[in-house]
Structure formats: C-alpha cells, structure tokens
C-alpha cells in the first residue's frame, strides 16, 4: 500500500495519519454554529473509528475460533473489552452537554441518528444477532453498505465459531439442551476444557459490555430528551428501554441457572426432553 508523504517527500506524523483529512471532518451544520455540535460530531466519529477497530479484532476472534484457536480468539474479545469499556465511558463526555445546548443544534441533525450506523448492526449481526428487521427498513444505506451487511448475516457468527469449538471438543451441539450440558461441563473447573471456559467467559463480557453500553447510552438520552422521540424516527426512550434487554448469548446466561444442579432432569425441566 502507498502511504502519504508531505510535499518533500519525508513521511511525517501527520501525513502518516493523514491528520488534514481526519481532522477536515468535523462539519457543524448549526448556524450560528452551536457551540456543543463540534462535540457531539466527534464523539460519533471516533465511535465509528473504534466499531471499525472491533469488526477488525471480531472477526479475527472469529476465524480463529473457526481455526479451532480458542487461545487467540480470548485474546481478541480481551482487546475488545477494554475497547469497549472506553466506549461506555465516552458517553459521560456527552452529558457534560446541557438539554439546551444539544437543542440548540438538534434540528440540524434532520432524520440523522445513531440508528442508522451501519457498523453498530455491523457488530451486533458479527456478534450473534440474527434480526433482519432493521436490513429490511434501512432504505438509507448505501448498496455497498447493504451488501457488506447481508454477507455478515449470512457468514458464521461468534456464536455458530464457538458451538464449532464445542464439537471440535467433543460435545454434541445440535440442541439446546446439548449446549446447556455441555455449558456444565466446561463450567465446572476441569483443565480439559479451561480454554473453552476462559472463551465462553470472554464472550459472556463482549456481550455484558454491549448491554453496559445500551442501557448508559438509554440514560444520556432520556437525560437529554426526555420523553421527546428519536430524531432516527423510534419512539426514542421506549424503544431505547426495549433494546437494553438484547442479549448475544441468551445460552450463556441461562445455562447459569443450571450451574450447581448439572444433571440431566434438571435441564430436561427447563428444556424439555427433546429441545
Ligand atoms: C455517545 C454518543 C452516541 C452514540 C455513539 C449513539 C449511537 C446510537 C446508536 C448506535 C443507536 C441505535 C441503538 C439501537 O438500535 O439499539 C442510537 C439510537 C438513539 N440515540 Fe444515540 N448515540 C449517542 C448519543 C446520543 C444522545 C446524546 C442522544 C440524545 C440526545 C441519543 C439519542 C438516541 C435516540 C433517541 C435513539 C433511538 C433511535 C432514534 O429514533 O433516533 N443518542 N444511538
């Protein structure tokens, strides 16, 4: 690939970074020009940069789970967590804005929102989310964009990489009741399978993270808001309530309930005998 280089030729800090492009992105549209928008345009802009940076270490998670590589998958989700955490606690940044000072620029946001990015689906379709609704009715997606989008719902998820795991180990995995037995057994402390525990732990935190993130995300706007609807055109705070219940991994958390009782009438009870 060639890299940028400044007029005589040395490549520098910025023209490695290409900090004239990067930091020529932050367009207010308020005029005058409100004085929290340079904020609110930025905090989404490095938002997109760090979902950019997840899909790139998620998938690698992925395919390396699919390589049957539980070791560097964990490492991969360890990143990610510590991404992510930056990514709930960069929302405090935004409640230094007063409900205001964000009208004051609200409108010159038009039908633009959160809702739309397509990297944040992006990550949720990657992470285990099989929900085709939002594809379905997001008519303002680029072709190329829908298209990235349908091949990362179409492709295997974490999810289906870490049942591939569980098969490689040996468990049957086609049912649920299968998986919630197999879930026990790794749970239960044996070396054998400490590398598919220390994995189902790190998905368990790439998941818990996510749901830190919707509902700190849910709070800045109703504390901004209030009951007012989404500039996106949701309800806003009752949609954003909804969305805070989402789990990737609804096995994960509910084989804990099993945890201490693991045999078999037990998850009969709750599975059923055939599920
Ligand atoms: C910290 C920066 C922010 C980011 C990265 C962000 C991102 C997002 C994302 C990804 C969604 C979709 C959530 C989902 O479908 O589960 C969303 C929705 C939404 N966001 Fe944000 N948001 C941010 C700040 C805000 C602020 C400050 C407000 C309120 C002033 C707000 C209000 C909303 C509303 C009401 C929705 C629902 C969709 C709609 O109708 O617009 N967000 N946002």
């Not at 950019?52 to 990610?80: H, I, P, T």
Request: contains cysteine; aromatic residues 10%.
């Amino acid at each position: 690939m060639q890299l940028p280089v400044d007029h005589d030729g040395d490549l520098t800090y910025s023209s490695y970074l290409r900090l004239p492009h990067v930091l020529g992105q932050q367009q207010c549209r308020s005029s005058p020009v409100a004085h929290d928008e340079l904020l609110f345009i930025t905090v989404h802009q490095v938002y997109e940069l760090w979902f950019k940076v997840l899909l790139f270490e998620l998938s690698n998670a992925r395919d390396r789970m699919l390589a049957g590589d539980a070791y560097r998958a964990r490492l991969r989700l360890g990143r990610c967590h510590e991404i992510e955490r930056v990514l709930v606690n960069q929302v405090d940044v935004v409640d230094t804005m007063t409900p205001r000072g964000f009208l004051e620029f609200r409108g010159a946001l038009g039908s633009s929102s959160g809702f739309q990015s397509a990297q944040f689906r992006e990550i949720e379709f990657l992470s285990g989310v099989d929900d085709t609704s939002w594809l379905d009715a997001a008519a303002w997606l680029s072709a190329e964009d829908r298209q990235r989008l349908s091949l990362r719902l179409a492709e295997p998820d974490l999810w289906d990489s870490f049942v591939v795991l569980l098969a490689l180990a040996g468990f049957a995995v086609t049912t649920p009741r299968q998986r919630s037995a197999a879930f026990c057994e790794i749970a239960t402390g044996d070396d054998r399978y400490s590398a598919l525990w220390e994995l189902s732990e790190a998905l368990i935190g790439h998941d818990q993270m996510w749901s830190a993130w919707r509902l700190r995300h849910q709070m800045t706007a109703a504390r901004q808001l209030g009951g007012k609807a989404g500039t996106g055109g949701t309800t806003g705070g009752e949609y954003l309530a909804g969305r805070v219940q989402l789990r990737f991994y609804p096995e994960l958390w509910e084989a804990r309930s099993y945890f201490g009782r693991p045999d078999e009438e037990s998850l009969e009870h709750v599975h059923g005998a055939d599920a």
